[in-house]
Each structure stands twice: as C-alpha cells, then as structure tokens.
C-alpha cells in the first residue's frame, strides 16, 4: 500500500512542484508544500475518503490550496519566474533545466498577454481554490458567467503555450 504511493509521488511530484514554482512559491517551500499535500492525500485514503484518485490534478489543487492557505498566514511573496537558478538545483540534468525554463517562459509570457482585468481574475480564482466562484465573482464586481469565460480564456491561452514546442 505504501509502496504504491512512494510510486505515484515519484511519479507525479515533479509535477506538484512545478505547479507551486509556477505560482511563485520559493523552491524550498514547494517542495515542503508538495510533501504536505501528498501527506494529507495519504491520510486521506487511510480513512477512506477516495473512491479514485484524479493525479496529479488531486495533489496540485491540494498542494496550491495549502500554498493559498501558507501566503495568508506568512504573507510570503512571490518568486519571478525569471529566476530560474533555483529551479537548476532540483532538476538533474541540463536538457531538464532548458526544457522548464522554456516552459516556464511560455506560460509567464501566455498569462502576461492577458489583459490586466483578466491577469487579476485568474490570479484571484487560482489564489482562492476554497473560495465558490460565485463568491470570487461578487467580489471582482462581474457576474460568474464573465468570470467563467475569462477562465476559459486564459486556460486556453495557457494550455496553448504549454503545447507549443521549443
């Protein structure tokens, strides 16, 4: 049982990780992030609350969520992606390190091509994983449907530079 789970978070917590960096978490607290997420997901199925799991998707929400709930108590702010130098000690090898960098550039440039209106709407939805969309909409002054549209848009924007090749 605990094998499998050794498994999957060597299979998926590159991806965990990669998820918070790109949040601007610092690469010291994404990896202990990464690790309490995968953590509460353990004690999670213990008790028996999955009937499947969705991952990595599962561990990155739960990991951003803890991040959200972190930044709030610490007040910590947020790395540039430009600094790419801490990503260089947790990658191995170099292709690695060219490889995020790039990918890392395309998703900064993606979400910066964004209006300033739709940046801030994102950032508001991703910042607050526990907080209703609804709500979210209240408090930006739009009505959920703009605020689900904008989403649409910038996760298009995203998924569309993530897919580009180099």
Request: charged share 20%.
């Amino acid at each position: 049982m605990q094998g499998d789970w050794q498994g999957l978070m060597a299979q998926h917590n590159h991806s965990v990780v990669l998820a918070l960096l790109a949040r601007g978490v610092p690469l010291n607290q994404a990896k202990e992030l990464a690790h309490d997420a995968w953590t509460r997901l353990f004690e999670a199925h213990l008790a028996g609350k999955f009937s499947g799991l969705a991952l990595p998707g599962l561990a990155i929400r739960q990991a951003l969520f803890l991040a959200a709930t972190q930044r709030k108590a610490r007040r910590w702010t947020a790395v540039p992606v430009e600094d790419a130098a801490q990503l260089a000690d947790y990658h191995a090898t170099p292709d690695t390190r060219v490889e995020l960098r790039q990918l890392l550039a395309r998703t900064q440039t993606a979400t910066a091509e964004l209006s300033a209106r739709a940046q801030n709407i994102f950032h508001t939805v991703l910042d607050n994983p526990d907080v209703p969309q609804v709500q979210l909409a209240q408090r930006l002054g739009i009505s959920l449907q703009r605020l689900r549209q904008t989403l649409c848009e910038a996760r298009t924007r995203l998924r569309g530079a993530l897919e580009e090749t180099p």
